[in-house]
C-alpha cells in the first residue's frame, strides 16, 4: 500500500505563497488519484483539490481554483500543492490522500483509502 508524507507547512503572511509537498512512501502514486484536503479548527474537513496521476487530470474546488494548482513530480514520486495569495480564512491542516474514487467521489474524503499525517498552514493577517 501507498503511504502519502505531507511537508513543507509553515507561518506565512496573508498574500504570500506556500508549496506543500506530498511524497509516497511504500509505493507509488501512479495508479492513485491524490487528494488534498484540509481542516481548519473546529470545520469539517474540505475538499481542496485532486490529482489523477496517470493522467494528469486535476480538479480544484470551486473557491481555490484560481489561487491553487497541483502538480506532480514523477521522478520524486511526488504532489505538490502551490498556494497563492493566502488568506487567513486558509489557515488549516493540509492532508494529502491517495486512492481510486470514481469521478463523481473524487471531492469526497471517504473516497480515499490512504492518509498523511497532515501539515499545518498558519495564515497570519
Known amino acids: 500500500q501507498v503511504q502519502p508524507v505531507e511537508s513543507g507547512g509553515g507561518l506565512v503572511q496573508a498574500g504570500g505563497s506556500l508549496r506543500l509537498s506530498c511524497e509516497a512512501s511504500?509505493?507509488?502514486?501512479?495508479?492513485?488519484?491524490v487528494g488534498w484536503f484540509r481542516q481548519a479548527p473546529g470545520k469539517e474537513r474540505e475538499f481542496v483539490g485532486a490529482?489523477?496521476?496517470?493522467?494528469?487530470?486535476?480538479v480544484y474546488a470551486d473557491s481555490m481554483k484560481d489561487r491553487f494548482s497541483i502538480s506532480t513530480d514523477n521522478a520524486k514520486n511526488t504532489v505538490y500543492l502551490q498556494m497563492h495569495d493566502l488568506k487567513p480564512g486558509d489557515t488549516a491542516v493540509y492532508h494529502c490522500?491517495?486512492?481510486?474514487?470514481?469521478?463523481?467521489?473524487?471531492?469526497?474524503?471517504?473516497?480515499?483509502?490512504?492518509w498523511g499525517q497532515g501539515t499545518h498552514v498558519t495564515v497570519s493577517s
Open positions: 490522500a491517495a486512492g481510486r474514487p470514481s469521478y463523481d467521489g473524487i471531492r469526497y474524503a471517504t473516497s480515499y483509502d490512504y
Open positions: 490529482i489523477d496521476w496517470s493522467v494528469g487530470f486535476t
Open positions: 511504500g509505493r507509488t502514486f501512479s495508479r492513485y488519484v
